[in-house]
């Protein structure tokens, strides 16, 4: 299949510089724009961009011009790590006009015809786009800390059921965006809150292990109750959590359910899929963010001290890498998802079934 062309949305930020570190490996996509805000619009990227990747700037779109959001724009899918201030509108305005957004931001995740999907979990949920006024589409995926949270529950869910789950996050610095929080701010410190992160755990995880029901997605009916912190981690959530199940099992069965699991990314082969969604590690010690974030190119989800729990039934450590299975990487593999579903076509354009046919692109914006 040749690469289809997309463009990145929020270029510059931490998110949009790792979905153009990520992206210049083929197969399926090819970065041929770069767009950001009008401070960056109108130079070069290398120009525009603080880049603190630990690879270089790919020579492929270094000398790429960025284009603002108020360009029209060529490529038929759009990757957004765009700041929530703008993203919401911005990416209604590209669907509208006929692109496939794929989302990392909050905006449009609750809404009842957008898909929120870790495709191990709930690829089915795609389905929802047929259901979407756009011409294009608009897929997004979850929150950081919750795809860490779901991926670890979505196996406990299916074989044993939830009742309830405390989770408690260490977030790295790089989830608050570049330059992020001042170094005087969190050296040496916790921050204990993050303004709307427990509440995007606690509601998008029952979405996500929701099921279809009808023109709309059911949740799953569990408690869960989060808190969330900034910790002086440059990369890699950390979340502590303790799980009431509704049935009984014992550690060596929810051990087995958490490393047997797969989805549809280990089956249909996508290319950004980790080889096993989640690590059991044994040693007490581990995982740990400045040792263990690589594992399967940072797609798994790492965990550790699985034990009883004397107050809910068991607990764990869970670890993932924020910016890569947490954001543009999870954007990646729901791109992928969609080709392989057919829902997009090799040239990167929405396969339209007798449900979205006759939608035209709405005029501003379209580019296509
Ligand atoms: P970031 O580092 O602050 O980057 C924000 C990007 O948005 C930059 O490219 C910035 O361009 C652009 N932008 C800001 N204001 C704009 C405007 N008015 N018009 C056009 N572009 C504008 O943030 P981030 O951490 O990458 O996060 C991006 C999105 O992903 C957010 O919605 C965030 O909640 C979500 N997310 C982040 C993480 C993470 O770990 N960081 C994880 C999951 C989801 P300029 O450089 O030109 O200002």
């Known amino acids: 299949m040749e ?25 399926y996509f090819r970065v041929r724009e770069l767009v950001a ?21 790919p020579e492929s779109v270094a000398a790429m011009d960025v284009k603002s959001i108020e360009e029209p724009l060529d490529s038929p899918i759009l990757f957004s790590g765009l700041d ?93 965006g570049y330059p992020g929080l001042s170094a005087t701010d969190i050296n040496g410190n916790v921050i204990p809150h993050i303004s ?20 709309k997605i059911a949740p799953a009916e569990m408690r869960i109750s989060a808190q969330c912190t900034r910790v002086p981690v440059i990369d890699g959530h950390t979340e502590t959590l303790s799980v009431k199940l509704q049935s009984h099992a014992t550690i060596g069965d929810v051990r087995n359910a958490l490393e047997a699991f797969r989805g549809f990314p280990q089956e249909a082969g996508l290319p950004s899929a980790p080889r096993q969604p989640l690590w059991v590690f044994d040693d007490p010690s581990r995982p740990q963010p400045a040792r263990d974030l690589w594992v399967d190119g940072g797609m798994a989800t790492l965990i550790g001290r699985l034990r009883p729990c004397p107050v809910f039934d068991l607990r764990m450590v869970l670890l993932g890498h924020n910016t890569i299975r947490g954001a543009a990487g999870a954007a990646i593999l729901n791109a992928e998802a969609l080709v392989a579903k057919d829902y997009v076509t090799s040239d990167g354009l929405l396969r339209r079934s007798e449900a979205v046919q006759g939608r035209e692109p709405a005029e501003a914006g379209a580019g296509l």
């Open 196 to 215: 709307g992160e427990e509440e995007k755990l606690e509601t998008e995880t029952l979405k996500i292990l929701g099921v279809i029901d009808g023109d």
């Open 37 to 57: 805000s009008s401070r960056s619009a109108g130079r070069s990227y290398r120009d525009a961009v603080t880049w603190v990747q630990n690879t270089p700037i």
């Open 84 to 176: 929530s201030s703008i993203a919401g509108a911005v990416e209604e305005r590209y669907a509208q006009a006929g692109h496939v957004v794929i989302s990392n931001s909050k905006n449009h995740r609750m809404d009842a015809d957008v898909p929120l999907v870790i495709p191990e979990i709930n690829a089915d949920h795609l389905a929802l786009i047929e259901r979407q006024p756009y011409a294009g589409a608009l897929v997004t995926n979850p929150n950081c800390s919750t795809i860490f949270l779901a991926m670890a529950l979505a196996p406990l869910h299916q074989a044993f059921g939830i009742d309830a789950v405390q989770v408690s996050t260490l977030q790295a610095i790089s989830g608050a």
């Open 3 to 27: 690469n289809i062309n997309v463009a990145v949305l929020g270029a510059t930020g931490a998110v949009g510089q790792k979905f153009v570190a990520l992206l210049q490996h083929p197969p």
